[in-house]
């Protein structure tokens, strides 16, 4: 399970080096993606075809423009020898990195966001929202 918030910063050639903790079980090959929330998703193979294989099952018609927003801009990548991933110029643009960025796990991917985009996300968290969420959810 991926956990924690680290800081990095991308290179001139775009590549940020992932943290050593995230990257044994993200393994060799990875899927790099849109994420609804203007960052980008970083998947283990096999968590993307576990997240694939899920939207495959789903009627098509409420699936088709989720599909078209992930898979157009997904690719495989492999992490290099020193731990870094390149990241798209068009990944790039879409979440706005520039240089600070933060990279965060969600449980089953990882998350890179613009440093001061994810300042500001972090910072409007409801936390009266999540419980009601949690509450919700049967937690």
Known sequence: ?????????????????????LREELGETVVM???VDKCISLYPMDRWE??????????????RMIKRFLFSAAFETNVDGQGRVLI???????????????????????????????ISESNSENTADITD???KLGF
């Open 88 to 118: 798209s110029p068009t990944l790039c643009e879409y979440a706005g990195l520039t240089r600070a960025v933060k990279i965060i796990g969600v449980g089953d991917h990882i998350e890179i966001w613009d440093e001061e985009s994810w």
């Open 133 to 135: 969420l949690l509450i």
């Open 1 to 21: 399970m991926f956990c924690g918030e680290y800081s990095h910063n991308l290179d001139s050639k775009k590549r940020v080096s992932l943290p050593a903790r």
């Open 50 to 63: 576990d997240f694939t294989a899920k939207l495959e099952t789903l009627p098509q018609t409420e699936t």
């Open 33 to 35: 993606t849109k994420n």
